[in-house]
């Protein structure tokens, strides 16, 4: 059986064992969990509010075109 060449200047890096996989895995989701909250509890800013309500006035006027 042949043998596979070395990669010259090349080291290994170290894989996180599973425990320290699985620590990275859950700080990575607790941050995504606070980043998602925080977007969700950011308010809605006024020009987009006035958007919607014309949207909804468009829609209930029943006009085909958006702005009649």
Known sequence: MASRPKQAGKAASPRPSGSD???ELGAFGRQLRRLYQDTVNE???ES???LL???E???EGGT???GR
């Open 48 to 50: 987009f509010r006035d």
């Open 21 to 23: 996989e699985a620590d």
């Open 64 to 66: 085909d075109e958006p």
């Open 53 to 55: 309500d014309q949207l």
């Open 43 to 45: 308010p809605i800013p």
């Open 57 to 59: 006035a468009d829609e």
